[in-house]
Every structure is written in structure tokens, then in C-alpha cells.
């Protein structure tokens, strides 16, 4: 077989195949063999009928015809991989010769993943979350701690947020109690909006001994729901005083400048946790930007029906459907669709600047490589490398998973060299922001 690759416009390729009379003969013999087995010849069992027979039966055209439908899709994935051509729909083929007898000829016209320019990627400047700890950051964290030790005590002025008041709850509907929005002695923190937003607003200013009545949509009931709340207690939060003695009680640390000192380092190391991870989302972004060309429908497609799998997958683990998905986002079908759509588009330029950007370095994936990727969806699935291996070599995706590998290391390039800056404009040193212990010089880390 021989096979040539014509570039043509509109981002496809034509594939010109020519097999051999005595390659083509070999499909012709397969093409008997099946048509035996469908065949019944007298004297002879299911599928042992020998193509002269079946020739003479059925005439020489019959076998021709069926090695034509069952060998020329596998002439056509043997050129894409000797032409190394990256397909992305299905082909328009055409049979120019051998139809009727003598060598088969034909060519297939199909479009091919594009390649972007990526103008500028060595250039990139990524804005991110500072990694630093602010004295406030440091504080909130201490007044969530003391939160977790406040002493509730009874006031007598009018109840604000943050504020718990005793109160006993009546839902009703016609005059009937609804179970689970009735409660007596119920401790609620004002301003929680745990129940419904309207009990909060009426709590507001209210004082012990107030009835309040009034209505509100719940959620899981059809109509309106009657609430009755009389106002019991009033109780305000006493927080601790910060000092060496509570930080004592409250933590492992003696002082309070220990404990603060330790918030500081679990602070710098999430946050630099969560720097890292947006250098990355940022990155893929930014590079995403760059990406002026039209992305071919066939990529789009595939990637909106991928995503929608996932989701629709995840959906119903959870014992739901994209139905009640949409209710519960509060969007319409063609909202979804338009969502799903634009991070299609995202998704697939991001996949394509990538492998622009691997092939601008000279980024390759080793056998090693991708040996260690195999182990790592081997892992992920539970499954043995080698079965993960012989199943990804049946269904022809090796290559992808070399792919994949050259993107990654494509987004790790880019990781290590597009310029950090804050919020602010503030340029983010990568040294320290590599450093996985806060404080500590990197080497020594």
C-alpha cells in the first residue's frame, strides 16, 4: 500500500491510497470467509465453503464489493498513521480506481486539528492571589477561635445579628403544623438566614415576649408557609479577651504570639498552596487569549459532548438528571447550552496552545513518560498497567496519551516562566513562592 497527504483549504488534507492487486486479493479471501459464514452451500458447512465455489455461486463482484466496504476504513487509518495526519472527522472518501477489477485507488478528504499561533507565550504575566499573610488574615483566624469559645449571655436590648435568640417556632399551612419548621426552645443565630431570609428580618429589633407573625416561600412546599414565632430570650455573644492565658486554654501554645506565629505559617502555607494552583489556572487563561484562529466545529462538538457526559454522569451518581441540574442553577436549556459551548471553545483552544507550545520548545514525551502516565490511570481506574496498556493500544490511544504528556509538560514550561505579580502589580518572587516551608531558605527546604 502507498499513500500520499495533499494539504487543501478550510483546514483539511486529501489522502490519496493505492493498494495493490495482490495486496487488495488477500481483502478479497477475507471478504469470502465472511460471506461464507452467512452463506449456506449445499455439501458444504457454515463457513467452509472455498471462494471458487463461492464465485461460481455468486459471481466475483460479491466478494469485491464486501472487501471494499470492510478493508478500505482500514487502508485509510494505515495512510493517517504513516502520513502522520491528525484527523478530527469522519473522511469524504471516494474510489477513483479498481472498483471493478485490478489495483483499488482511492482518496479521502478529511479535516485535521489546526495548528494555532501562540504569539507571545514566552512572555506571559500572570496575575495572583498574594501569597503573603496580612496582620487582618491573621486576626480573622484568631476571632474564629475565639468564636468557638464565646459564652452566650442573656441581654435585655432588642436582638441584632449575631445575636441567638430562644424562640419557639410555628410553620403552619390551614391551620395544620408542618413538621420540621416547628420547633419549641430553638436557639437561632440572627442573621444565619438558616430557615427562611424573612425570619431574620423580623427578628431584627424584636425583644422578649414579641409575637411575630408573617409569610414566606419554602422551599419542597407548593404554597406559602405561616410562621408564628414568640420571642423567648435574647442572648449576645461574650467572646474572650486574646491573651496569654486564653491562647493557653485554646491551643497547645503558651503565649499568644506562639499561636499567632503558628496561624502565620498555616496561612502562608495554604496560601502558597493555592498560589501555585493559580499560576497554573491563569496560565492556561492567558494562553487561551493568545489563540486568535477559528476553532473547527468537530473539536467543539466532541468537547461539549465529553463535558456533558461527565456531568451527565455525576448527575446521576447523585440520583439526579440534567433536568433538575438546570432547576437548581435557575438556567434555561439554552443558557446551558451556550455555557456549555463557550467552555468547549476554551477547553479546546487551551489544548491547542499547548501542543503549540511543545512543538515551539521541543517539548517530547519519553517511553518513561509515558510508562509513568500508564501507571497513573492504572492507579486512578484500579487497574493493572499492563491491562490499561493493551487496552489503550487496542483502542489506537497511545498517541493521545503521549499528547497528553507533551501538554503537561508544556504547562509546566510555562509555569516556570511567565513573570507572578499580585493584585497590586507587586512581582512575586518564584524562589519563595516555591519554597514549600514558609520562612525557610528554599535550599534548606
Do not use: C
Request: charged residues 35%.
Amino acid at each position: 500500500m502507498q499513500s500520499s497527504v495533499e494539504p487543501l483549504e478550510g483546514n483539511k488534507v486529501k489522502v490519496s491510497v493505492e493498494v495493490d492487486e495482490a495486496e487488495f486479493d488477500k481483502a478479497i479471501d477475507a471478504a469470502f470467509r465472511k460471506i461464507a459464514r452467512q452463506t449456506r452451500i449445499p455439501g458444504f458447512r457454515p463457513g467452509k465453503a472455498p471462494r471458487r465455489i463461492l464465485e461460481a455461486r455468486l459471481g466475483t463482484d460479491v466478494g469485491r464489493e464486501e472487501a471494499l466496504r470492510d478493508a478500505l476504513p482500514d487502508y485509510y487509518v494505515k495512510a493517517l498513521e504513516e502520513q502522520d495526519v491528525d484527523a478530527i472527522a469522519p473522511p469524504e472518501i471516494e474510489i477513483t480506481s479498481g472498483q471493478d477489477a485490478g489495483p483499488v485507488q482511492f482518496e479521502a478528504v478529511v479535516e485535521v486539528r489546526p495548528q494555532v499561533s501562540v504569539a507571545g507565550y514566552q512572555g506571559l504575566r500572570v496575575t495572583i492571589p498574594s501569597p503573603e499573610v496580612t496582620d487582618e488574615e491573621v486576626d480573622r483566624q484568631l476571632d474564629r477561635l475565639r468564636e468557638q469559645f464565646g459564652e452566650l449571655q442573656t441581654v435585655s436590648r432588642p436582638a441584632s445579628d449575631g445575636d441567638f435568640v430562644l424562640i419557639d417556632l410555628k410553620g403552619y399551612r390551614h391551620s395544620e403544623q408542618i413538621e420540621g419548621l416547628t420547633a419549641d426552645d430553638f436557639l437561632y443565630e440572627l442573621g444565619s438566614a438558616s430557615v427562611v431570609p424573612e425570619l431574620d428580618a423580623e427578628l431584627r429589633g424584636a425583644k422578649p415576649g414579641d409575637i411575630l407573625k408573617f409569610t414566606a416561600s419554602v422551599p419542597g412546599q407548593e404554597e406559602e408557609v405561616g410562621f408564628q414565632v414568640l420571642v423567648k430570650e435574647v442572648k449576645e455573644k461574650i467572646l474572650p479577651d486574646v491573651t496569654d492565658e486564653w491562647a493557653g486554654d485554646a491551643s497547645e501554645f503558651d503565649t499568644l504570639e506562639e499561636l499567632r506565629n503558628d496561624i502565620r505559617t498555616r496561612l502562608a502555607t495554604v496560601k502558597r498552596m493555592q498560589a501555585k494552583l493559580s499560576i497554573r489556572n491563569e496560565v492556561v487563561d492567558a494562553l487561551v487569549e493568545l489563540v486568535s484562529e477559528e476553532i473547527p466545529d468537530p473539536l467543539v462538538n466532541e468537547e461539549m459532548q465529553r463535558r456533558l457526559h461527565e456531568l451527565s454522569h455525576r448527575l446521576s451518581a447523585q440520583g439526579a438528571d440534567l433536568a433538575q441540574y438546570l432547576q437548581a442553577t435557575g438556567r434555561s436549556a439554552e443558557e446551558f447550552q451556550n455555557d456549555l459551548r463557550e467552555a468547549a471553545v476554551n477547553a479546546v483552544k487551551a489544548d491547542l496552545a499547548l501542543r503549540a507550545v511543545a512543538d515551539a520548545e521541543d517539548l517530547q514525551a519519553s517511553d518513561e513518560e509515558v510508562d509513568a502516565e500508564i501507571e497513573r490511570i492504572a492507579q486512578a481506574t484500579d487497574q493493572k498497567p499492563a491491562a490499561v496498556r493493551k487496552q489503550l493500544e487496542r483502542n489506537d490511544q497511545l498517541p493521545a496519551v503521549r499528547s497528553d504528556v507533551r501538554k503537561g509538560k508544556a504547562l509546566t514550561w510555562l509555569t516556570e516562566h511567565v513573570e507572578i505579580a499580585d493584585e497590586e502589580g507587586k512581582i512575586i518572587d518564584r524562589a519563595e513562592l516555591m519554597n514549600p516551608t514558609p520562612d525557610t531558605p528554599a535550599e534548606d527546604a
